[in-house]
């Protein structure tokens, strides 16, 4: 691992950390910043926290999908939500032959097609402002990224 940090201190009051992170064997990459008591705690546990947070997300079974920006083949996703519970999603993927959709970092269903057009049904439990993410594949590699807002009918 390779840390590149500024360690800082309001003496008498926090411990303060924050960095980038990197895994040169995996290319992963965490931004952290952390804070703890200054009275009661050491460097090395500041150190401690950091390594168990990192880890924590790094072994969670659901962690969801990360944020990204919108990237690869252009992704265009209509919603039709005459009737709350159920919601219609339409996703033009054009050459991907699976996509992924996630609604606020949930993971919401999968659909595979040969004709760059998807369909994923889901009954939701409330209306309003949800995030969503379209991650489209062609043959198992991420071929486009597609992340909006989307209000659902109340």
């Given amino acids: 691992m390779l840390i590149y940090n500024k360690l800082g201190q309001v003496s008498g009051d926090d411990r303060l950390e924050h960095g980038l992170v990197v895994d040169p064997s995996s290319g992963e990459r965490w931004f952290v910043a952390a804070s703890l008591p200054y009275n009661t705690t050491t460097d090395a546990d500041l150190g401690n926290l950091i390594q168990k947070g990192i880890l924590a997300v790094k072994n969670s079974e659901d962690a969801g999908v990360m944020l990204s920006p919108d990237s690869g083949i252009e ?31 949930w993971f919401l269903g999968s659909d595979y097609s040969t004709s760059d057009i998807f369909r994923i049904e889901h009954n939701f439990d409330f209306g309003g402002t949800r995030q969503l993410v379209v991650v489209a594949y062609n043959s198992g590699n991420i071929s486009g990224i597609r992340t909006m807002n989307m209000i659902i009918p109340e």
């Avoid at 039709?80 to 970092?105: C, E, H, K, M, W």
């Fill in 75 to 105: 992704i265009i996703v209509q919603c039709d939500a005459a009737v709350l519970p159920q919601v219609n999603f339409t996703i033009s993927a054009p050459g991907a032959d699976r996509v992924d959709l996630y609604v606020d970092r």
